[in-house]
């Protein structure tokens, strides 16, 4: 008979590491609130930097979860609830008072761009499938951290940037399948195209930090490489959305 995971006979060692991986979950939250106190005080390059902090905490606390399999190990706390907290906090909340107090959108326009932005987060976050069962996410995933990082250092317009909010608020709602960087089961058949895409995350998420290192300056090689990725992410979430992998392909145990 299967135990229930409560009477599962769990090692202190095990435990241990799951209050720790779930304390460095909640860490995120931290880092957003640090992150709230440099945009107040105007301190962008700053929240910046937190805000790539929060993304990497972020990137890799669910391979530490899978690792030493918390559900078992730590089986009365809800790591996925965790997880949705902590990101609708530095993914939504802190990328919007960014923008409710910096320049980057139009003065008059700044609570109602804020207030597009939070509820249509509100809605991509509360989806039952708003990450699917082969591990997509489903409509814009409320990268507005990422949005706001391009903003500021793209130097649009204001008005071009608020197009930009609207047009990514509205994809919210649009259900497109979006590659989760870190669980790509479901990209392709083989590992090569997955290893292939991770190593170019890898790359983008490289090239953004030293691009926002030597900010003001630039570098039209790495900005290439950044964008060139957002288009190879977007151009292989469309192709995974219109033609999905084969249900046979799948692993029933997934």
């Not at 608020?169 to 479901?186: D, H, Q």
Request: net charge neutral; charged share 10%; aromatic share 16%.
């Amino acid at each position: 008979m299967k135990q229930n995971n409560d009477f599962q006979v769990v090692s202190l060692k095990q435990r241990i590491a799951g209050w720790l991986v779930h304390a460095f979950t909640a860490s995120g939250a931290y880092v957003g609130i640090l992150a709230l106190s440099a945009i107040y005080h105007h301190n962008y390059l700053s929240a910046l930097w937190l805000m790539c902090v929060a993304i990497l905490i972020d990137a890799v606390d669910g391979m530490f979860a899978r690792m030493i399999n918390i559900k078992v190990a730590v089986p009365r706390i809800d790591g996925a609830l965790l997880d949705n907290i902590v990101d609708f906090f530095n993914y939504t909340i802190v990328p919007a008072f960014f923008l409710l107090v910096s320049n980057l959108i139009p003065e008059g326009w700044r609570h109602v761009g804020v207030a597009v932005i939070v509820l249509s987060s509100a809605y991509q976050f509360t989806q039952v499938d708003a990450k699917t069962s082969d591990h997509f996410f489903k409509g814009f995933p409320s990268y507005w951290n990422i949005a706001v990082f391009y903003l500021f250092f793209w130097q649009m317009t204001e008005w071009t940037n608020l197009v930009i909010l609207f047009v990514l608020s509205v994809l919210s709602f649009v259900p497109i399948k979006y590659i989760y960087p870190s669980r790509m089961e479901y990209l392709a058949e083989s590992n090569f195209p997955r290893l292939a895409m991770l190593f170019a995350t890898l790359c983008w998420g490289a090239t953004t930090i030293y691009l926002l290192w030597i900010y003001p300056e630039s570098n039209p090689v790495l900005v290439s490489i950044s964008m060139g990725y957002m288009i190879l992410y977007v151009v292989i979430s469309l192709y995974r959305t219109w033609v999905p992998m084969a249900k046979a392909v799948l692993s029933p145990s997934e």
